[in-house]
């Protein structure tokens, strides 16, 4: 009975992740491929989150999205985050400083996870939205928490990168350009993503450490590139200064 119930909570995770991945909505049928489980087990997983308010149903096209109850356990979760509550005045600061849309960032799977933003009123800003995914290899903050992984992790990540898609004409999906990125990234102690994960957009990511020299998070900034190559360096001392804040407060002695 046990195992039962636990291979229950399993699939419905599994259903609950599948809105991770970049998809608002799914039907029935694309859960049921998607996820490779019976379609009576998927339709009794989904009516169960449904009637919880995990998940709700559109009424005419019957594809199921995030319910009013997940975005409520998740706006908790991500307002008791200490990491987000330490980094928030930081982040308020260099958005001040320079202008600019400011994103903090951690590592999730093979992607980077929005932990955390600080919105510009200049006109033309940076898409990213709290709570959403984007793939590590195609952003400065995903090449910065990367750059602190180990040889295995980094040969298993390059690995996968081969059967990955290009974002835009800049995207870097060569495992070996990557592991140079890397390498410089170790190096100089920042990342750039120039236009990689979106045509005309400049990022410049630093990495936050904890106690235990850990790179945990990235703190980036991301603007048109007409405006980031004009103060670039500026920005490069900003988001270092401020990232070295952060882990600092968070009790990182480098």
């Not at 609950?16 to 489980?37: P, Q, R, S, Y």
């Not at 995030?66 to 409520?72: A, C, E, Y």
Request: with cysteine; charged share 30%; proline share 4%.
């Amino acid at each position: 009975m046990a195992k039962e119930q636990v291979s229950s909570i399993l699939r419905a995770l599994q259903i609950l992740e599948c809105f991770m991945d970049g998809e608002t909505e799914w039907t029935l049928k694309a859960l049921v491929d998607h996820l490779g489980i019976p379609t009576t087990t998927v339709f009794r997983q989904v009516s169960t989150l449904v009637e919880r308010q995990y998940l709700e149903q559109d009424p005419v096209r019957k594809s199921y999205r995030v319910g009013p109850r997940l975005i409520l356990l998740s706006s908790v979760i991500l307002g008791q985050s200490d990491l987000r509550r330490v980094a928030r005045p930081e982040l308020e600061q260099l958005s001040n400083a320079v202008k600019e849309t400011i994103n903090l960032s951690v590592l999730l799977d093979r992607d980077i996870f929005y932990l955390d933003k600080v919105e510009t009123h200049r006109s033309i800003v940076c898409n990213t939205k709290i709570g959403s995914r984007v793939p590590a290899y195609a952003t400065s903050a995903g090449k910065i928490i990367l750059a602190d992984q180990s040889e295995a992790y980094i040969d298993d990540y390059c690995e996968w990168l081969k059967q990955c898609a290009p974002l835009t004409e800049r995207t870097i999906i060569d495992p070996d350009r990557l592991r140079e990125e890397l390498a410089r990234v170790r190096i100089e102690g920042y990342a750039m993503d120039n236009g990689e994960i979106e045509s005309g957009l400049i990022c410049i990511g630093a990495p936050i450490y904890d106690l235990s020299r850990r790179v945990i998070a990235s703190v980036s900034v991301s603007g048109p590139d007409y405006r980031m190559s004009a103060d670039q360096e500026e920005m490069i001392k900003e988001v270092k200064r401020t990232a070295a804040n952060i882990s600092r407060v968070l009790g990182y002695r480098g």
